[in-house]
């Protein structure tokens, strides 16, 4: 049976267009409140949300829905999705929800559902939840005695700050370093910044004053372009880029550069190596992810298993075969010592905390391996299976025989956007350019055809 509601992430869409309405977000509310409510006491529930203004719609909208199935709920506010998952556990809740749509325009919204144990949940448990979405849910909803009460809690979000802090060695701190980070005006415009402060740094803030209508606009891990002109303007050690529910991160080095996830899974991987706190021997990324860290990792004796693309399935692999580092090219890296889900703030305390042990600078420290040459395009595509089509498919036979096995191919629909992502890496940077725009080529033929 396919997924109606739930997609790679959670529920996303357009806000008060399906899925993304506040009927369906009650709906939901009470299908989780049924499944997780707890028997002898009231089941419990913490919702987080970005700063989005569809945030208060859907907010209040599940809140009818978690109370209207007996659950007490706890609202928490703008605050991280690491953040969520990690008081999920710490206030013995239930079930957890994110309402957010991560790095997305304002206009879209998500709905992020986590375990008692802090993980995402699984693909049966989503499944569950769309057959009760589905039905007729009266007869399992609480008593008039039993209706669940909400309050909004205050100050959670230090606890979050602390428990980040805590990931470092009691004698690291940033005293010394000047930091800019952009909190792409989303859910960690508060938390982020003030880490930084507590631990020593001298921080300079971007994008820390949302609207309800400026999440990730032409800021954030997404868009750093601003971030790369700051570091170079007030000469920053390092700057750090969030997307808007915290739960990734790039870097810029202190020449402007970029630092993506796949070099920042390189620092953190030789270095618990070194310190012989790298379990699995080795990590876990996606079929996204550079042939280049693949190969720093074969030199270092250590394995890169890869999966689909999405968080859930990086930290699926990471928990069946006891790896404790694993993420995504994008920045979503997940460190299972410390969490459950990506943190952009956790990891960019560790690649903040090695250059401070180290003394080397940010453009020596995180430059770990020189990428191969790697070509990514989207094709907007919203009705129909393009990667059907007969021509398609030669088109991307005879690009995979081109590329041999000195390249790969990576074709693959968007699970948060209407979007085919077609990448291609290799060698020969000319080859892969030219493979990629045949394909591109082929599916806007097909999508014009429509």
């Known amino acids: 049976m396919a997924f109606k509601y739930f997609g790679t992430d959670g529920i996303r869409g357009k806000a008060n267009t399906f899925p993304m309405t506040a009927d369906v977000a009650m709906k939901v509310g009470m299908a989780v409140g049924i499944l997780f409510r707890s028997q002898g006491r009231p089941g419990r529930v913490v919702i987080g949300k970005d700063t989005r203004l569809s945030g208060y719609m859907?907010?209040?909208?599940?809140?009818?829905?978690?109370?209207?199935?007996?659950?007490?709920?706890?609202?928490?506010?703008?605050?991280?999705?690491?953040?969520?998952?990690?008081?999920?556990?710490?206030?013995?809740?239930?079930?957890?929800?994110?309402?957010?749509?991560?790095?997305n325009p304002f206009y879209d919204n998500g709905i992020k559902l986590f375990g008692p144990d802090g993980f995402k949940l699984s693909d049966e448990i989503e499944m569950k939840i769309e057959k009760l979405i589905e039905s007729d849910m009266t007869n399992e909803l609480a008593g008039q005695s039993q209706i669940g009460r909400a309050k909004r809690v205050e100050g959670d979000i230090y606890r979050y700050i602390e428990f980040a802090k805590r990931t470092l060695p009691r004698d690291v701190r940033l005293d010394g370093m000047r930091i800019v980070v952009d909190c792409a005006n989303g859910a960690a415009y508060k938390a982020a910044p003030l880490a930084l402060w507590e631990l020593g740094a001298e921080v300079v803030t971007l994008s820390d004053k949302p609207t309800g209508t400026n999440i990730n606009e032409d800021c954030g891990s997404t868009h750093p372009i601003a971030l790369m002109r700051k570091v170079h303007e007030v000469r920053a050690d390092a700057g750090i880029a969030l997307d808007?529910?915290?739960?990734?991160?790039?870097?810029?080095?202190?020449?402007?550069?970029?630092?993506?996830?796949?070099?920042?899974?390189?620092?953190?991987?030789?270095?618990?190596?070194?310190?012989?706190?790298?379990?699995?021997?080795?990590?876990?990324?996606?079929?996204?992810s550079n042939l280049g860290l693949e190969r720093f990792l074969g030199q270092k004796g250590l394995t890169m298993a890869r999966t689909k693309v999405g968080d859930r399935y990086v930290v699926e692999y990471m928990r069946q075969h006891g790896f404790n580092v694993g993420g995504e090219q994008s920045g979503h890296i997940v460190l299972s010592d410390y969490g459950t889900t990506g943190d952009g703030l956790v990891t960019s305390l560790q690649i903040l905390g090695c250059a401070k042990e180290s003394q080397k600078p940010m453009s020596e420290l995180c430059h770990r391996f020189e990428p191969v040459p790697q070509v990514l395009k989207n094709v907007r595509f919203s009705e129909g299976k393009p990667l059907e089509d007969a021509h398609v498919k030669d088109v991307i036979k005879n690009a995979e025989k081109r590329l041999g096995k000195n390249g790969r191919l990576v074709i693959r629909p968007s699970g948060t956007e209407p979007l085919i992502r077609v990448m291609a890496e290799g060698d020969d940077e000319r080859l892969i350019g030219n493979v990629v725009d045949e394909i591109v080529e082929a599916l806007k033929k097909v999508r014009d055809a429509i």
Do not use: K
Not at 63 to 75: D, H
Not at 92 to 103: F, K, N, Q, Y
């Open 58 to 103: 859907l907010e209040n909208a599940m809140v009818a829905g978690f109370t209207a199935s007996g659950m007490e709920v706890f609202l928490l506010g703008p605050i991280p999705t690491p953040a969520v998952a990690m008081l999920c556990r710490s206030l013995r809740a239930d079930v957890g929800v994110m309402i957010s749509a991560s790095h």
């Open 244 to 288: 808007g529910d915290g739960d990734r991160v790039v870097m810029v080095d202190e020449t402007g550069a970029i630092i993506d996830g796949d070099q920042l899974m390189a620092v953190v991987a030789e270095r618990w190596l070194e310190n012989g706190l790298l379990r699995g021997g080795g990590i876990v990324a996606t079929v996204m």
